[in-house]
């Protein structure tokens, strides 16, 4: 299965970077135009493109929990660390959350 990820604001371009690097179609919103998005045009651009959506912003993930539909929500609840831990334990992570979006979990929670 494919998927498609939109990485967002608060975390580091980065880390779409290192996704798009190991094939995977990801974008940043940083990267989009107009610079800034708020959650909720992020939320319809991942349902009009299907991404998954990475964020830490917990209104994703409530927003994951309450919609019976929607994009899935990887949820990075590591608190603040440096970007080289963050990058260094999404590269661990990484074959399991593919595997739990194969198997259609909508909420991700990585910690």
């Known amino acids: 299965m494919t998927h498609r990820f939109i990485v967002d604001a ?3 371009v980065a880390l779409a970077r ?3 690097r190991a094939n995977w179609d990801c974008i940043h ?3 989009l135009p107009g610079l800034t998005m708020p959650d909720p045009a992020i939320w319809a651009l991942a349902i009009a493109q299907a991404r998954t959506i990475i ?6 993930a409530q927003l ?3 919609s019976s539909s929607g994009p899935s929500v990887i949820w990075l609840r590591m608190g ?3 970007k080289s831990v963050l990058l260094g334990r ?8 593919v595997l739990l979006l ?3 979990e909508r909420l991700i929670e990585v910690r």
Do not use: C, T, Y
């Not at 999404?90 to 959350?97: A, D, L, T, V």
């Open 29 to 31: 919103v940083l990267e």
């Open 18 to 20: 290192q996704l798009s």
């Open 80 to 82: 603040n660390v440096r």
């Open 102 to 104: 194969d198997a259609g």
């Open 64 to 66: 994951a929990v309450a």
């Open 55 to 60: 964020s830490r912003d917990g209104d994703f």
């Open 10 to 12: 608060n975390l580091p």
């Open 90 to 97: 999404m590269q661990h992570e990484w074959p399991k959350i």
